[in-house]
């Protein structure tokens, strides 16, 4: 690889340094080989000075550089700064809808039938389950979950697919929290309920929002039935699940929704009227 040439420059001639010769004054031998000796260089005040500035400055920092190192070696990094926090709030119990969420969730179960599925709550303390007819339809045996994880084995002991609803018993009923059943003819338009269930294999999905219809009429089942509307949010897997006011008492059963294109919520959803369902549920856990 040919590099870029040699550096030029003003050229440095070395001086041919020979013996002086000393001019002879008259009646002075000269002495072959004497030479004058050469003054000792004298420093200025203002040198002699720098210098001792220079001294004072070297002494100087490289005792302060022991003295750090000394310090540096003695002492501890110091702590990351830490971001600011806001104080721990007093502890205090739940209230609005968190405190009614917290009640009736131990009472919601997820059921699974086959690879299909949905939700359903406790009715009683004898281990009966209400939930949709279209969720458990053509099994006789299901699963349910506990809101803990748990998972029982229930058996379908009646269905009524006119009014899609159906009823599950488990064979261990003490591990099971029975819900609180409302009233439907006591709601108005406006009041706030939540929808509770698991949406999409979500167990324990809880949303929010009022009601927006009474006795709307759409198709449940093999016929046209009067329903709840909610604008709370529902979505498949949902149904069975329980719709239940400020109070936490279940009004209505989740049962349906108007979808767009894409199949999800679009903010209009159906629940089979509590003062409807509670009946049924009893005839069918009677025969």
């Known amino acids: 690889m040919r590099g870029l040439g040699s ?5 440095f001639v070395t001086p041919h340094l020979e013996a002086r010769q000393e001019p002879v004054l008259p009646g002075l031998s000269p002495q072959v080989g004497a030479h004058k000796a050469p003054k ?22 490289a005792a302060a550089g022991v003295a750090g190192a000394r310090l540096s070696e003695g002492s501890e990094p110091a702590p990351a700064a830490a971001l600011p926090r806001v104080a721990a709030a007093p502890s205090a119990s739940l209230t609005g809808l968190s405190a009614t969420a917290a009640r009736v969730l131990p009472s919601v179960v997820s059921v699974e039938a086959g690879r299909g599925g949905g939700s359903g709550f406790v009715v009683d303390g004898r281990g009966h389950i209400l939930t949709n007819a279209h969720v458990v339809s053509g099994y006789d045996d299901v699963t349910v979950i ?3 994880g748990r998972r029982l084995a229930a058996r ?37 309920v939540l929808a509770i269930g698991s949406p999409l294999g979500l167990s324990g999905t809880v949303t929010a929002g009022i009601v927006s219809a009474l006795d709307r009429e759409v198709r449940l089942g093999g016929a ?19 719709l239940v006011n400020a109070r936490g008492e279940v009004v209505g059963v989740n049962t349906a929704i108007a979808a767009g294109r894409g199949g999800g919520n679009i903010g209009i959803g159906f629940a089979i ?3 409807r369902a509670a009946p049924i549920a009893e005839r069918i856990i009677r025969n």
Not at 7 to 11: K, W, Y
Not at 42 to 57: E, F, H
Not at 160 to 179: F, Q
């Open 156 to 192: 379908v002991i009646g269905e009524d697919d006119d009014e899609d609803l159906a009823v599950l018993e488990v064979s261990y009923p003490g591990d099971l929290t029975p819900a609180t059943l409302g009233r439907s003819a006591d709601l108005s338009v406006g009041d706030q």
């Open 224 to 242: 046209r039935r009067n329903a709840v509307q909610t604008d709370a949010s529902i979505n498949p897997g949902n149904s069975g699940g329980p």
């Open 146 to 148: 506990l809101s803990d």
């Open 273 to 275: 009227p509590i003062d």
């Open 40 to 61: 000792p260089p004298t420093t200025s005040p203002k040198g002699r000075l720098l210098v001792a500035a220079v001294l004072v400055a070297a002494v100087t920092g």
């Open 7 to 11: 550096p030029r420059g003003p050229e």
